[in-house]
């Protein structure tokens, strides 16, 4: 029996456009009942064309299985930017399996790579899985809580 290889985690890039889109729009379905508008793949050109947009997938071969999305953030005070990690998403049969403890090590790496003064996500408090996956990857959870507020413009929101 021949062993499988193990799943590989990328930072995509404009010429990485049609994985993207693949894995965006594979990896949102299983994760939501609705269908997910997805951008086409000149969208997705132009959109990992900004080098402070960063899009990780990791996949099974050539199957997109995880994603983390995160935003380099400029600071106006000209201290180092920080990198906002957005979102992150691993497929259910390969929850459980080091995939998203991969993929926030490789977004921490761009971090070290873009210089960023620290990575930060958000997460709500019943969520026990993100907060054991951030806690088990070195994350420390700040005491003060934070309140979010949102703006819609009524449309998407």
Not at 54 to 71: K, N, Q, R, S
Not at 79 to 97: N, Q
Not at 105 to 110: F, L, R
Request: net charge negative; glycine share 8%.
């Amino acid at each position: 029996m021949t062993e499988r290889a193990p799943f590989v985690v990328h930072r995509l890039r404009v010429e990485d456009a049609v994985l993207a889109v693949r894995a965006i729009r594979e990896i949102k379905r299983h994760g939501f009942a609705e269908a997910v508008s997805m951008r086409t793949v000149p969208e997705m050109q132009a959109w990992l064309s900004d080098p402070r947009h960063v899009l990780l997938v990791a996949t099974d071969v050539e199957d997109p299985i995880g994603f983390a999305l995160g935003y380099v953030l400029e600071r106006i005070d000209g201290v180092r930017p920080m990198l906002f990690f957005y979102e992150i998403e691993v497929v259910e049969p390969f929850r459980r399996r080091g995939v998203g403890r991969a993929l926030v090590t490789a977004i921490q790496e761009v971090g070290r790579q873009e210089n960023v003064v620290r990575v930060w996500v958000q997460t709500s408090p019943d969520s026990v899985p993100a907060r054991a996956l951030y806690h088990g990857c070195g994350g420390k959870e700040r005491d003060e809580v934070d309140v979010l507020y949102v703006w819609t413009n009524g449309r998407d929101g």
